[in-house]
């Protein structure tokens, strides 16, 4: 009971919000809410000060907060031991913006460990990068380059930017486009949090091209089905778009190339699991080059 309560503590703590601590659990509002209520009522003290649109974490909120961190950091480190141990088995939870290089791995993967059970999670970079740093996963592919010392890092591949358009805009008879081409059209972009997303909203602002309506839609699957029904266009990563007659690809002049990353907490990258997977993006990536 009191982890449960203490998750929601730490969770609201670092995001300062009921609202989007509820969502990152997977909990409804009313019950981060009964949890943080219920912890304050119990021990009589006051972890936030409530004002405004963000909680302020309480002098003893904030003494509490260190000790909770370093309390769920113990319990993610044994519940990753009890994973890893055992000989040929486990379980190994991987996080990714896309499927395409992830995928390859995963199959070599267990092509080698078949004992050993894998569980992907999809979300935007943002999202999957949060999921490591949390220990929710064992490793994490994205597009984003994190430069960060508890991190190791890995590349997976490389991938240009391109032009996604239905084959009756007026745009699919041309084999590439500058960036100022793109004015005026509807333009299909990801959620905030999707390097994509960053990396389009950049370039256009670089190059002081306004664009048409802006349609946030949140997944890139959802883009697909929302070019080939000719709803708009997406400056879109060349592996995500699929082979269909409907579509067409056009170069985007000038765009930058992303590269996929596979990064891994350090203090985790000699555990068994973890150091196999590495281990499979080092032979792959050797391969490739």
Avoid: W
Wanted: glycine residues 6%.
């Amino acid at each position: 009971m009191l982890s449960s309560e203490l998750k929601a503590f730490h969770m609201v703590a670092r995001l300062g919000s009921i609202t989007l601590a509820a969502k990152k659990l997977g909990l409804s509002q009313p019950t981060v809410t009964t949890q943080i209520r219920n912890l304050e009522s119990h021990y009589g003290v006051e972890l936030f000060y409530r004002g405004g649109r963000r909680l302020a974490l309480s002098e003893d909120g904030a003494r509490l907060l260190p000790m909770v961190r370093t309390l769920l950091q113990q319990e993610a480190d044994i519940e990753f031991f009890l994973r890893n141990s055992g000989l040929g088995q486990g379980t190994l939870r991987v996080a990714a913006t896309a499927p395409y290089y992830i995928l390859d791995l995963v199959k070599i993967f267990r092509e080698r460990l078949p004992q050993v059970e894998v569980s992907v999670e999809i979300g935007n970079s943002q999202q999957v990068l949060e999921l490591l740093e949390d220990y929710r996963v064992d490793v994490a592919a994205s597009s984003q380059l994190l430069d960060d010392n508890r991190l190791v890092r890995r590349i997976l591949g490389t991938d240009p930017l391109v032009v996604a358009v239905h084959r009756s805009h007026p745009l699919a008879s041309r084999e590439s486009v500058p960036l100022a081409a793109l004015a005026g059209h509807c333009l299909l972009m990801r959620e905030q949090g999707s390097t994509t997303r960053k990396l389009t909203e950049q370039m256009l602002a670089d190059a002081g091209v306004k664009a048409g309506a802006l349609l946030e839609i949140g997944s890139r699957e959802s883009i697909r089905e929302a070019v080939l029904r000719n709803i708009g266009i997406s400056i879109i990563a060349r592996h995500e778009v699929p082979h269909n007659p409907e579509l067409r690809v056009l170069a985007l002049e000038g765009a930058p190339v992303m590269h996929e990353y596979l990064y891994c907490l350090k203090e985790r990258r000699q555990a068994r699991l973890p150091a196999a997977f590495l281990g499979v993006a080092q032979e792959i990536s050797a391969i490739g080059s």
